[in-house]
Nanobody, 123 residues
Framework: QVQLVESGGGLVQTGGSVRLSCAAS????????MGWFRQPPGKEREFVAA????????RYADSAKGRFTISRDNAKNMVYLQMNSLKPEDTAVYYC????????????????WGQGTQVTVSS
């Protein structure tokens, strides 16, 4: 069982930066691939980035490549999403998720989800 709590969201101007944090409970954190997803207003949840359980591989959505960076600290049971050069279309509720499946962008394969944190990018 893994419990996830996101933090770090808020209001930011276009071109600004935000770092989201996700605190995970459980002694097996290092065995889970960790992902970030987002749900823009009126749209479906979409994949943003993921970091494999072994700390080797990452995957990004095309919209995130070059602007967002996912990282994890297994010693602290934390995963982060650094978001730079933010655009209004990045406005969404951002969710942290965990899967024992492996590096994947498929939301249906993630077993555990946080409650989400709102990021609003003003134009």
């Amino acid at each position: 069982q893994v419990q996830l709590v996101e933090s770090g969201g808020g209001l930011v101007q276009t071109g600004g930066s935000v770092r989201l944090s996700c605190a995970a409970s459980g002694r097996t954190f290092s065995s889970y691939t960790m992902g970030w997803f987002r749900q823009p207003p009126g749209k479906e949840r979409e994949f943003v980035a993921a970091f494999s359980w072994d700390g080797v591989s990452t995957r990004y959505a095309d919209s995130a490549k070059g602007r967002f960076t996912i990282s994890r600290d297994n010693a602290k049971n934390m995963v982060y999403l650094q978001m730079n050069s933010l655009k209004p279309e990045d406005t969404a509720v951002y969710y942290c998720a965990a899967t024992g499946y492996g590096l994947t962008d498929r939301s249906g394969l993630y077993d555990y989800w946080g409650q989400g944190t709102q990021v609003t990018v003003s134009s």
